[in-house]
């Protein structure tokens, strides 16, 4: 894939030819994307960009062996980990998710935005819990302890990495303090709250714009986050329920996921603003406001219920009782 075949996040691919123009590839980078927000194809167009034997423009050539190779995802120096639901022994150096390459090429080629709950559609896992186990984490070690095949870069490609259990995480964290020379990770995650802070801040890191975005701030609801957000800062139980019967009242249920994800959005500067690591996303005055006045752990708890109400929003349960229970559960965290 060519940076001229993706849509918008001109900036971000500006930055990323600008670091391989100039030689300075970072060691780890984390796309932090909304689900299926296009991250992947980023990520692709960057390593095709990284690999190309004839850059112009700013942009691959797309016809090069590289750029072929990397397009149909056969480039023996880049390596892709995702999450899987395990069978048999874990502890070995086989890639759990080996069983599953030929699926994941099969959808990567057909839809490059799929999303989360799309990839395990793809490995028939609906209704399971697949991980990122430190089976995983050691095979992509042993992979990247054996020299590039091609001379140049390796590459690991992560996607969902918050699905790593905590003994894979401290491996990757072993791998992003001691990185051996020309290696590059590449981390595609759309809940960065859920992983390691110690991971998050070795990573360089860019916030990917989506249609998902615009569209859930284009809601006429940021009044009600703001006031929700002050009267839970004030310690003012009664004006946030208020708040809450009315998000209760919004117009329909996609208006109502639609508050979610843009209140979710909004946690997750606060929680990057938290980490010192909002630096690329665009300036967010009342995002970083709240991170001051807002413990560590409120991001991250009030992420998990607003995604267990978006969740129920689509089973059909009373949104009285949703965002009542929502503002409890923010309250109590406050
Ligand atoms: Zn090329």
Not at 93 to 102: C, D, L, M, Q, R
Not at 154 to 181: G, Q, T
Request: net charge negative.
């Amino acid at each position: 894939m060519r940076f001229a075949e993706l849509s918008g996040n001109e900036p971000i691919v500006k930055a990323m030819a600008g670091m391989v123009d100039s030689g300075r590839v970072p060691h780890a980078i984390m796309l932090h994307e909304n689900n299926g927000g296009g991250g992947f194809g980023l990520a692709m167009a960057f390593l095709q960009y990284l690999y190309c034997s004839s850059r112009s423009d700013g942009d691959s050539c797309g016809v090069c062996p590289n750029c072929n190779k990397i397009s149909k995802f056969i480039h023996p120096d880049i390596r892709f980990a995702f999450p899987v639901v395990l069978s048999g022994s874990s502890g070995s150096t086989v890639s759990p998710s080996e069983a599953f390459w030929g699926d994941f090429r099969t959808l990567a080629l057909e839809n490059p935005r799929f999303t989360e709950q799309e990839l395990y559609a793809a490995f028939g896992f609906e209704g399971k819990k697949p991980v990122i186990s430190v089976a995983e984490a050691n095979a992509l070690l042993l992979s990247l302890s054996i020299y590039s095949l091609e001379g140049g870069y390796s590459s690991v490609v992560i996607l969902f990495p918050e699905k790593m259990n905590l003994s894979a995480s401290n491996k990757l964290l072993k791998m992003l303090e001691e990185p051996p020379a020309k290696t590059l990770f590449l981390l595609i995650t759309h809940e960065p709250e859920k992983l390691l802070p110690t991971i998050v801040s070795r990573c360089q890191m860019f916030r990917v714009a989506s249609p998902l975005v615009s569209d859930a701030a284009s809601y006429d609801d940021s009044g009600m986050l703001a006031s929700l957000m002050d009267a839970l800062i004030a310690r003012d139980l009664m004006t946030a329920l208020s708040v809450g019967e009315q998000l209760a009242a919004l117009p329909s249920r996609e208006s109502a996921k639609g508050f979610c994800r843009y209140a979710a959005e909004k946690l997750r500067r606060v929680f990057l603003y938290q980490q010192g690591l909002a630096q690329l996303s665009e300036d967010d005055a009342e995002a970083s406001g709240w991170a001051l006045s807002l413990n560590p752990r409120f991001s991250r708890m009030t992420l998990g219920i607003l995604d267990r109400t978006v969740q129920l929003i689509d089973r059909n349960v009373n949104l009285k009782i949703l965002f009542t229970d929502l503002v409890n559960g923010m309250y109590i965290n406050i």
